[in-house]
Every structure is written in structure tokens, then in C-alpha cells.
């Protein structure tokens, strides 16, 4: 499933799996910036603690679509 076809609670559970991915050591990704690397660690919220869509930047959403396989295994 695509970012922009997921709600708060799909995005927020695969955030979470994609921040799972992104600690894992023995994970090795290569080009992801200290930007974006502190977006999927921290990424904003709203008050309950749900991400939208509309928070993330365009890369996150990219990343998060390009390794929606890979995270759905976790």
C-alpha cells in the first residue's frame, strides 16, 4: 500500500516498522540523509500520537513506499 493511500493509523504502524528496519544492525542503507534518518526516528505527530501524511516530507514518503516489502516482513 502507498502512503498517500493510507490513513493516520496504517501510516503510523508502518513508521513504526520502518524505524524497526532503520535501527536494525544488520541493516545497511546507504544515501539516507541525517535528515530523513531523524524523521523516520522522530517523526511528527499530532497531539494523540498519530502521523499524517501531510507531516512527512516528500523523501520519507518516497523511502517509505520504496521499502514497503521489505518493512511488511517485520
Not at 15 to 27: A, G, R
Not at 41 to 53: A, C, F, Q, R
Amino acid at each position: 500500500m502507498k502512503v498517500y493511500d493510507m490513513d493516520k493509523y496504517q501510516l503510523t504502524e508502518q513508521m513504526k516498522k520502518l524505524k524497526e528496519y532503520v535501527i536494525d544492525p544488520n541493516t545497511s542503507i546507504h544515501g539516507l540523509t541525517e535528515e530523513h534518518y531523524e524523521e523516520i526516528l522522530n517523526p511528527p505527530t499530532d497531539k494523540d500520537g498519530y502521523i499524517h501524511k501531510f507531516y512527512l516530507t516528500d523523501s520519507t514518503k518516497i523511502f517509505l513506499d520504496i521499502f514497503a516489502d521489505k518493512i511488511s516482513k517485520i
